[in-house]
Nanobody, 120 residues
Framework: VQLQAFGGGLVQAGGSLRLSCAASGRTNWIISWFRQAPGEQREFVAGITWNWGTTVYADSVKGRFTISRDKAKRMVYLQMNSLKAQDTAVYYC????????????????WGQGTLVTVSS
């Protein structure tokens, strides 16, 4: 599966933004969003199973972010509400087979991410 993340931008704290991830090829995968802030390690944000729509979230985004998928459009979305300055990062979508994990090393083929900047 090939993935492309887009939809990032500049938003004020408290605002909302929706990221999109376009999937091509086989899509019976786990799709997860990760983010990496400057000088920080890449961290898990949210993941979803393509077939069943089961979701997992990092504690830091629970209640604020929602991951979803549209099978017909082959898209995965990350709706981000109540954004904080600490959400500023480059966001990546990635895929793996099997089950949702939170370790970046369990994923491969990292592509270009999309930058989200939250101004305080």
């Amino acid at each position: 599966v090939q993935l492309q993340a887009f939809g990032g931008g500049l938003v004020q704290a408290g605002g909302s933004l929706r990221l999109s991830c376009a999937a091509s090829g086989r899509t019976n995968w786990i799709i997860s969003w990760f983010r990496q802030a400057p000088g920080e390690q890449r961290e898990f944000v949210a993941g979803i199973t393509w077939n069943w729509g089961t979701t997992v979230y990092a504690d830091s985004v629970k209640g604020r972010f929602t991951i979803s998928r549209d099978k017909a459009k082959r898209m995965v979305y990350l709706q981000m509400n109540s954004l904080k300055a600490q959400d500023t990062a480059v966001y990546y979508c990635e895929a793996r087979n099997g089950y949702i994990t939170t370790k970046p090393s369990d994923y491969s083929n990292w592509g270009q991410g999309t930058l989200v900047t939250v101004s305080s």
